[in-house]
Structures are given as structure tokens and as C-alpha cells.
């Protein structure tokens, strides 16, 4: 099994999850627990991020 690194964490205004890892995107619902996996199959250029690679913005919108 791959070792997946998690590079950042960055909570929006409602509350969900932004993680940012070695394989991808993931979006993780806080409150019915549910998590997507963005890669490069779901459109991303690469499945690699890096160190704090997780923008938020002023309106809280990861």
C-alpha cells in the first residue's frame, strides 16, 4: 500500500475539510462524514500537492 502524505488541512465557514496530500484532493463533510478524492482522473493537473498548498479564501471558500 502507498504511504500517503497529508501536506495541509484548511477548514471553509461550513464546516468541511480541505486536505491536501500525496495522491490527491480530498474534501471531507464534517457533519454527515462523507469524503471525496480529487486526482487526475477528476480533472487536477497532478495528484501531487505540496507543503501548505491550500489557498482560503476571505469568504472562507476553500
Same mark, same amino acid.
Given at each position: 500500500?502507498? @504511504?500517503?502524505?497529508?501536506?495541509?488541512?484548511? /477548514?471553509?465557514n461550513h464546516? $468541511?475539510?480541505?486536505?491536501?496530500?500525496?495522491?490527491?484532493?480530498?474534501?471531507?463533510?464534517?457533519h454527515n @462524514?462523507?469524503?471525496?478524492i480529487f486526482?487526475? /482522473?477528476?480533472?487536477?493537473? $497532478?495528484?501531487?500537492?505540496?507543503?501548505?498548498?491550500?489557498?482560503?479564501?476571505?469568504?472562507?471558500?476553500?
Amino acid at each position: 500500500m502507498p @504511504r500517503i502524505i497529508i501536506y495541509n488541512i484548511a /477548514q471553509d465557514n461550513h464546516p $468541511n475539510y480541505g486536505i491536501t496530500t500525496s495522491h490527491g484532493l480530498v474534501r471531507m463533510e464534517y457533519h454527515n @462524514r462523507k469524503m471525496k478524492i480529487f486526482t487526475q /482522473q477528476s480533472g487536477l493537473l $497532478n495528484n501531487q500537492f505540496n507543503y501548505q498548498s491550500i489557498f482560503k479564501d476571505d469568504e472562507g471558500t476553500i
